[in-house]
């Protein structure tokens, strides 16, 4: 299947800095979505982006199909942000979605 | 209420025993999916179904057979479960009419001693 790579691993963040996390791909993906795990466990989708960008309050995601990448941006994090972030991808068309081992983040106060 | 259940949400058992993770969706999507996660890890897929009568395996299947009961539900059965089958499990869903967007039920911690 498809390799998805993230990076960085862990992020430690002031309370209202930005950040960029990075996901990475080895082939041509025809689904490809970010998730947030939070503290507890629940999986939330941020964004479905196969390519192109997209907005949603703080967080944007921009998907660079033909260069295999996407980045997910916070802007002025919140303690609320903490958790794992993952990329997920799927080259075949019926979700089967590899995911990466996604990027830690802790935001302090 | 969720959209996608999952129960038990937490369950510990002992090595040999038989477990079921059961799985049941409102939001009217044809596929659904068991996925498991381990400590420190991503999720990998076990099974998915695209409807009733159409079910595949995926990555880790071994150790793991799962039914679709209706549209609406999809359990999953370890039929002699062993400790490194201790995981989060995650029920899915999606709708092939859809942009192929994935939702996830809140997880089925299983121990395994």
């Known amino acids: 299947g498809i390799q998805v790579e993230q990076s960085p691993p862990d992020l430690i963040l002031q309370e209202g800095a930005n950040s960029t996390l990075r996901c990475n791909f080895s082939d041509s993906v025809n689904n490809l979505q970010w998730f947030h795990q939070n503290p507890w466990g629940q999986l939330i989708n941020l964004f479905y982006?196969?390519?192109g960008t997209k907005q949603n309050g703080r967080l944007s995601a921009t998907t660079v199909a033909t260069e295999r990448y996407s980045l997910l941006y916070i802007s002025s994090s919140q303690t609320t942000d903490s958790g794992v972030y993952f990329c997920a991808a799927d080259q075949t068309g019926a979700n089967n979605l590899f995911f990466g081992t996604g990027t830690r983040l802790t935001v302090i106060p | 209420d969720a959209d996608v259940t999952q129960t038990p949400r937490n369950r510990i058992t002992k090595t040999g025993k038989r477990i079921m993770l059961e799985c049941s969706q409102t939001?009217?999507?044809?596929?659904m999916y068991w996925y498991r996660q381990d400590p420190g890890l991503g999720l990998q897929l076990i099974y998915y179904?695209?409807?009733?009568?159409?079910?595949n395996k995926g990555e880790i299947s071994d150790g793991y057979s799962v039914s679709r009961q209706a549209q609406a539900k999809f359990s999953l059965s370890l039929e002699s479960a062993i400790p490194n089958q201790t995981a989060l499990y995650f029920c899915?869903?999606?709708?092939?009419?859809?942009?192929?967007?994935?939702?996830f039920g809140e997880g089925s911690r299983l121990t395994v001693l």
């Open positions: 899915a869903t999606s709708d092939r009419k859809s942009a192929g967007e994935l939702f």
């Open positions: 939001k009217g999507h044809d596929r």
């Open positions: 179904s695209f409807d009733v009568k159409d079910i």
């Open positions: 982006i196969p390519s």
